[in-house]
C-alpha cells in the first residue's frame, strides 16, 4: 500500500472531539459513530467534502455483477478488457496510517444476478462523488438466476412466505431467461434512468465463469464519446 502525505480533512482536536462526543452523548441527537462521517466534523462543508471525496478516488467504470463466488473475477476481467483501468489498485495513507483513497478505477457492484434494478442508486451517488465514464453490467454462465422464472419466484414466495410480490418488481428484471435479452433490457433500464449521467457509456458483457472469458453483447455509447 503507497503512503502520501496530506493534510487529513476536518481533522478536529482531541479537546473538540471530546466535547462534541459529550454534546453528543447528553442530546442522544446522534449515534456513538458520529465521529466517522465528514458532516459531524468541525467546519463540515458539503461541497469542500465532495471534493476531497472526488479527489481520494480516480473510480470511472462502475462494473455491476452477480454475488455469486464463481463470478468473483468479473471485475478483474473487465479491467483487463477495457485495456485503460486500475484494478484493484492500491489503498493510499495518510502519515497517520489513515486510510484515505486508492488508486482504482473501477468500482465493483455486487447484486443479485448482476440485474441493474438494484443498482440504480448507486449509479447516481457514483457520478455525484466520482464522475464516472462507464457502467458495465455483467451477466455470467450458469447463474442462479436462469434456475427460476418471475412466475415460479412469486408463486413460491406466495406459499412459503405468504407474502404477494407479484407487483414489487419488474418482472424483466427478476430472473434470466435469455441472456442477450437480459443484458439489453438492463442497459436499457440504466440509460433511461434520470439518475444516469447521459454522457456515460453502458456495456453489456456475458462472463463465462469456467473460461473467464468475457463476451460484449451490448452496446450503448453516446455519440460524442464514439
Not at 466535547?19 to 465521529?35: G, I, L, P, T
Not at 458532516?39 to 462502475?62: K, L
Not at 438466476?145 to 412459503?160: H, N, R
Not at 451490448?218 to 455519440?223: G, Q
Amino acid at each position: 500500500m503507497g503512503r502520501i502525505a496530506v493534510i487529513e480533512p476536518f481533522q478536529a482536536s482531541r479537546e473538540s472531539r471530546e466535547v462534541d462526543h459529550e454534546n453528543e452523548k447528553r442530546s442522544q441527537a446522534v449515534s456513538d459513530f458520529a465521529e466517522f462521517t465528514f458532516r459531524a466534523q468541525p467546519g463540515f462543508d458539503e461541497a469542500v467534502a465532495r471534493e476531497i471525496v472526488t479527489g481520494s478516488i480516480p473510480v470511472r467504470t462502475i462494473v455491476m455483477y452477480c454475488f455469486d463466488p464463481r463470478a468473483a473475477g468479473a471485475a478483474q476481467a473487465v479491467a483487463d478488457h477495457f485495456g485503460d483501468e486500475v484494478y484493484p489498485g492500491e489503498l493510499l495513507l495518510s502519515e497517520t496510517g489513515r486510510r484515505i483513497g486508492s488508486t482504482a478505477t473501477v468500482f465493483p457492484l455486487i447484486v443479485g444476478g448482476g440485474r441493474a434494478a438494484d443498482a440504480l442508486r448507486s449509479i447516481t451517488v457514483s457520478q455525484h462523488l466520482f464522475g464516472i465514464e462507464r457502467v458495465v453490467v455483467v451477466h455470467h454462465s450458469f447463474c442462479g438466476a436462469t434456475s427460476f422464472t418471475a412466475e415460479g419466484i412469486t408463486s413460491a414466495w406466495k406459499e412459503e412466505q405468504h407474502s404477494d410480490i407479484s407487483s414489487l418488481y419488474d418482472w424483466d428484471g427478476i430472473a434470466i431467461t435469455d441472456f442477450e435479452k437480459s443484458l439489453n433490457h438492463d442497459v436499457s433500464l440504466i440509460r433511461n434512468s434520470p439518475g444516469t449521467p447521459k454522457h456515460v457509456e453502458i456495456y453489456g458483457l456475458f462472463y463465462d465463469i469456467d473460461s473467464g472469458e468475457l463476451t460484449e453483447l451490448v452496446r450503448d455509447v453516446p455519440a460524442e464519446a464514439a
